[in-house]
């Protein structure tokens, strides 16, 4: 798993106070057609290079067949997970779309979860629950897919 980060700090002015803007990038690896993987620990160091105290970090998977969730790092959950959504969205189901790339389940799939989410940022980290972490859910792999991480905040 390769991990690129982009240092570009921007200030905006906001209420009289400076907001920091960092953008961090990273690359996930997944390992078959339909893979969960836990970026917690990615988007964490994002959020510890970028400074931020007191904010948000906006998260994007920047690919139309993989998205994000959120949820408990549990081998049988994660496999609950793909298979319902494989339920819902069957491959090979007779979409329109599968007639250009036969994998129209994997893009409807992420429409159901998201490519992006926001997490509120408190004492330099990314406000999780106790069981709670965030996942990059692969429905056309395996595939390096690359996530971007914008934190703002002071």
């Given at each position: ?119 509120p940022v408190s004492g330099g980290r ?29």
């Amino acid at each position: 798993m390769r991990h690129g980060f982009i240092f570009n700090p921007t200030f905006v002015a906001l209420a009289g106070n400076k907001v920091k803007v960092f953008s961090g990038i990273f690359e996930v690896s997944t390992g078959g057609e339909v893979d969960s993987v836990n970026i917690t620990n990615q988007i964490t160091e994002t959020v510890r290079r970028s400074n931020v105290e007191s904010g948000i970090a906006n998260v994007l998977c920047l690919h139309t067949t993989c998205g994000l969730y959120i949820n408990e790092d549990e081998s049988r959950l994660k496999q609950d997970v793909q298979k319902t959504l494989g339920r819902l969205v069957p491959k090979g189901g007779g979409y329109g779309h599968d007639s250009i790339d036969d994998n129209a389940h994997a893009h409807l799939r992420t429409i159901l979860l998201s490519s992006t989410l926001t997490l509120p940022v408190s004492g330099g980290r990314p406000v999780l629950g106790t069981w709670q972490k965030v996942f990059c859910a692969e429905f056309d792999g395996p595939r390096a897919r690359t996530i971007r991480v914008q934190v703002l905040g002071e």
